[in-house]
């Protein structure tokens, strides 16, 4: 025996109760459990719930690592403070709309957090954990998105350069945020100095055409010096050879060997077992003091290969 709440008697009267008692006698005797569908929808995934499955058992299963922490910054900014508590199966396009369009002044991100959510709608399909293959993603509008490529001339190259050669060497300004409080700074001699991996990590960025992640990650075992090669066992692309120029084979000839890594970590305990994290403070200090805001590293890739194109290669 099963009991069902039918409802308040504050809010039904005694005839109305008796009616919708009929109502469910005759499904039970029909075959049908009334309280089914209420555990159903009890049990039923959220898309909290749904997002962690989708990230551990496809993404990180059969993703590179840096791909998951990309949709995973995603899922969590965007997706799960607007969709969270929601049972996935209830999700509708509506609300995916409703999301888009309050990102709309990030058009990339928006786009891309439209096609992440669809990715993972139709993971719980194929996993059998939405029972239908409509997935609430499609059918949306994307934002147009202007290309955000940028090359960089000789000029800017060369003041590139130079910002790079005084940051390692006298060091540069360092800009004091006016909102902060800054008593505690020294009142002369404001300057940073670059370090000589981070330095030669942003020369081989622009001689070489690597994505940052190969850069960083690189290590000695992969450096052939004698032939002028990068052997990389892995990379967005799979496994990898980059051919070194004379400038890039000088930068890595010349660099202090520092643990595995090419490029050392600056944590002081951790050279020998990560990577570098990022270039975020050499790099926005560098572009800065070079005029060069808004530029971004990977704009340094599609430099190199600018490069070349115009060289006939």
Do not use: C
Request: aromatic share 4%; net charge positive.
């Amino acid at each position: 025996k099963k009991r069902v709440t039918m409802g308040s008697v504050k809010r039904m009267t005694a005839s109305q109760a008796r009616a919708l008692a009929e109502r469910l006698r005759a499904r039970v005797n029909a075959g049908e459990d009334p309280q089914a569908q209420k555990a159903k929808q009890r049990d039923a995934l959220t898309v909290d719930e749904l997002a962690d499955l989708f990230l551990a058992d496809h993404i990180g299963a059969k993703r590179k690592a840096g791909t998951k922490i990309s949709y995973d910054g995603v899922i969590r900014a965007w997706v799960i403070p607007s969709l969270g508590a929601k049972k996935a199966k209830d999700v509708k396009r509506a609300d995916i709309a409703r999301l888009h369009l309050e990102m709309k002044n990030r058009p990339s991100q928006a786009n891309r957090t439209v096609a992440i959510i669809g990715s993972m709608f139709s993971f719980a399909y194929r996993r059998g954990l939405v029972e239908t293959d409509h997935n609430p993603a499609r059918g949306i509008d994307k934002f147009p998105e202007k290309g955000r490529e940028r090359f960089l001339s000789s000029e800017e190259l060369e003041r590139l350069g130079a910002a790079i050669r005084e940051a390692e060497t006298v060091g540069i300004p360092w800009r004091i945020d006016s909102t902060k409080k800054t008593k505690h700074l020294r009142k002369e001699n404001r300057e940073t100095v670059l370090g000589e991996h981070a330095a030669a990590a942003i020369r081989l960025l622009i001689f070489t055409g690597a994505r940052l992640r190969e850069i960083l990650h690189l290590e000695w075992e992969h450096v052939d010096l004698e032939r002028g090669l990068l052997m990389l066992p892995d990379s967005k692309t799979g496994k990898k050879t980059i051919v070194l120029n004379a400038p890039a084979l000088t930068i890595l000839s010349g660099l202090t060997r520092i643990g595995r890594y090419v490029i050392a970590s600056d944590s002081a305990g951790e050279k020998d077992e990560k990577p570098r994290a990022d270039l975020k403070r050499p790099w926005a200090a560098l572009t800065r003091h070079a005029g060069l805001d808004g530029l971004r590293i990977h704009d340094l890739r599609h430099n190199f290969a600018a490069s070349g194109a115009g060289g006939g290669m």
